[in-house]
């Protein structure tokens, strides 16, 4: 069975016969690693000041919502090229090369930091989680959001 990033082939649903490599739900990304509450995530990243958040969001979305206070800013679409260890060197974001860094994701939702976590686990992190309900979670929490910095 061929293994994507984003899970066996399958569409998510336990239909592996379509051949899709898809989880557009996120929910197998959401089984393979674990989600955090908002609270936990800023208790971990208190705790551990090398701990890393990472807003998977495209820059409109973070402009449009805030980002996490302390959160870096990686769209899910470049995460799995800045976080290898085997691109060019200029294409490698350098918070993103130690696999044994604590990483959690955040998005608008949740599928897509599910992903992108799941994502990470596959190229080797080992201490890596989602925001469960993410950023609406995050403020519903009354955590601090600051405006995104545009890059």
């Known amino acids: 069975m061929a293994v994507s990033p984003l899970g066996p082939r399958g569409n998510g649903k336990g239909d592996a016969d379509r051949g899709e490599d898809r989880d557009a739900d996120g929910r197998y990304a959401a089984a393979a690693v674990p ?9 971990r990243q208190q705790a551990d000041p090398n701990t890393l958040i990472v807003d998977v969001r495209d820059l409109a979305n ?3 919502s805030g980002m996490v206070e302390g959160a870096i800013a990686v769209s899910s679409g470049t995460l799995p ?4 260890t085997e ?4 294409w490698r974001d350098p918070r993103l090369q130690d696999r044994s860094r604590s990483v959690i994701t955040v998005c608008d939702l949740g599928p897509m930091s599910a992903l992108a976590a799941k ?3 596959d190229m080797g992190f080992r ?5 469960e309900g993410d950023t609406l979670a995050w403020k519903d ?5 600051v405006p995104s910095t545009g890059d």
């Open 35 to 43: 989600g955090v509450g908002p609270e936990e995530a800023r208790r």
């Open 62 to 64: 973070r402009r449009a």
């Open 81 to 84: 090229f800045v976080a290898d």
């Open 87 to 90: 691109v060019p060197e200029e």
């Open 119 to 121: 994502t990470l686990k």
């Open 127 to 131: 201490d890596v989680a989602y925001v």
């Open 141 to 145: 929490d009354g955590l601090l959001t």
